[in-house]
């Protein structure tokens, strides 16, 4: 392993979710950090206490309290947050401003005092940006903005905000934003194409997606011990859901579709994770025997539960498609499974399960269900679809490949002179 040169040492990262969070975007903001610590860097992270995907604090009183700590050798400033299950438009805003409010003094603080290269922030959430780009400006560092998922236009699309005069407000300000840092990035080229139509420049953009490690998640060779855990057997096809369960993922398609499967007694569901949905999802699933929930399960069981599906289910609500690219797709399709996904054609989901999965309609549990059926009578086409499944994974999201060009990037925009002012990012390498 390498040190990088000093002049490139130090990354101080903004992130809402951090780990323990079961979220993708925690999970991809440590393995993130790691990287970068095991690399030589210097690495100091600014997030906010775990509470997701429950949306309730594990420990009440790390509401109110900084906390310090050190994870893979990061070191880690908890923040205050304020955050209760069940929130609405209105108080996810205040759910994101405490996040906002309470993360400002410690980026300005660090920044001022440990002086470093990069400020990299994690968009959700785009209220923490204006005190990214202040501690950045104070210690002369860069700001490289990396979009999740964009979150304004979500917001709207899913009705959690309405207003149009608020629309026009919260849309101007994001591109204010974006436009004053100095890199932005994204999952996907079309999403990091919908960055230039919010006034980015090109070359100030950057693919960035959310990768796969096929050392931890592979095919087994033999079944999965969880699946016989959980009592299905060898004739049975299961049909899997891992994730947050929320708004934005649609899953009443999913029991919809187990709904109009009922006449196949052997084709089961298993829907695992939590989230402001579960128990509504839980009602709506009373009386159907094949549909089952579970909580999520250890990391280091996350390749076993994989392994456990036959099939793989990702739906998606359709004013949410396109806005996101659901991070669980690349584990999904690294386990050799095939996924059936809703979708609209043209979509990044779709175009990245191109000749290995099945898209439908998104929110036709109709569409879902007869996808599922005509899989469950095809084992044969089952393991081409996943097979080829893992080989578009490992090509397109290789952990090692795209955190590799990361690095890469992040070297050219550190070890540019820090006295560069804004007006100046034209020069930065494309």
């Known amino acids: 392993m390498t040190a990088p040169p000093p002049s490139v040492a130090r990354i101080l990262i903004l992130s809402l979710n951090f780990p323990p969070d079961l979220i993708g975007a925690a999970r991809y903001s440590g393995e993130l950090a790691a990287w970068l610590v095991e690399r030589g860097y210097e690495v100091e992270v600014i997030t906010a206490p775990?509470?997701?995907?429950?949306?309730?604090?594990?420990?009440?009183?790390?509401?109110?309290?900084?906390?310090?700590?050190?994870?893979?050798?990061?070191?880690?400033?908890?923040?205050?947050?304020?955050?209760?299950?069940?929130?609405?438009?209105?108080?996810?805003?205040?759910?994101?401003?405490?996040?906002?409010?309470?993360?400002?003094?410690?980026?300005?603080?660090?920044?001022?005092?440990?002086?470093?290269?990069?400020?990299?922030?994690?968009?959700?959430?785009?209220?923490?940006?204006?005190?990214?780009?202040?501690?950045?400006?104070?210690?002369?560092?860069?700001?490289?903005?990396?979009?999740?998922?964009?979150?304004v236009d979500a917001a709207f699309a899913l009705g959690l905000l309405a207003t149009p005069q608020l629309r026009s407000l919260a849309l101007g300000a994001e591109r204010a934003l974006m436009a004053a840092c100095d890199m932005v990035s994204s999952l996907t080229p079309g999403m990091v194409g919908r960055l230039t139509t919010k006034g980015v420049p090109a070359h100030r953009t950057h693919l960035l997606p959310n990768w796969v490690d096929p050392?931890?998640?592979?095919?087994?060779?033999?079944?999965?011990?969880?699946?016989?855990?959980?009592?299905?057997g060898a004739g049975d096809i299961l049909a899997l859901y891992a994730g947050n369960m929320g708004n934005k993922q649609g899953l009443e398609t999913v029991i919809n579709a187990a709904r109009l499967t009922a006449d196949l007694p052997h084709l089961h569901y298993l829907l695992v994770g939590d989230g402001s949905e579960r128990t509504?999802?839980?009602?709506?699933?009373?009386?159907?025997?094949?549909?089952?929930?579970?909580?999520?399960?250890?990391?280091?069981q996350l390749n076993a539960l994989m392994n456990a599906a036959d099939i793989h289910v990702l739906p998606q609500r359709a004013d949410a498609d396109g806005l996101m690219m659901p991070s669980k797709l690349s584990v999904m399709m690294a386990s050799g499974k095939p996924v059936v996904a809703g979708a609209s054609m043209g979509s990044e989901v779709a175009k990245a399960m191109m000749g290995c999965g099945v898209v439908v309609p998104p929110g036709s549990g109709a569409a879902f269900a007869e996808a599922l059926r005509q899989l469950a009578g095809e084992s044969e086409r089952r393991s081409a679809l996943g097979l080829e499944a893992r080989r578009r994974a490992i090509t397109l999201w290789n952990r090692q490949d795209v955190l590799s060009n990361f690095e890469r990037r992040l070297r050219a925009l550190a070890e540019q002179p820090q006295d560069v002012t804004a007006g100046s990012r034209g020069d930065h390498p494309s």
């Open 215 to 232: 050392a931890e998640i592979r095919c087994l060779t033999e079944p999965s011990s969880l699946r016989t855990e959980m009592g299905y």
């Open 280 to 300: 509504v999802l839980e009602t709506a699933a009373q009386g159907l025997a094949t549909v089952r929930f579970a909580p999520l399960v250890p990391a280091g």
């Open 50 to 151: 775990p509470y997701y995907p429950a949306w309730r604090l594990a420990h009440q009183d790390h509401g109110w309290r900084y906390r310090r700590d050190v994870i893979a050798g990061a070191s880690v400033t908890r923040c205050p947050l304020w955050v209760r299950p069940g929130l609405g438009g209105c108080g996810r805003l205040l759910h994101l401003a405490s996040f906002a409010v309470s993360s400002g003094l410690p980026m300005v603080r660090r920044a001022w005092s440990w002086r470093p290269q990069v400020v990299f922030a994690v968009c959700p959430t785009l209220f923490a940006l204006p005190a990214a780009l202040i501690a950045a400006r104070l210690s002369g560092a860069r700001t490289w903005l990396h979009v999740q998922d964009f979150e």
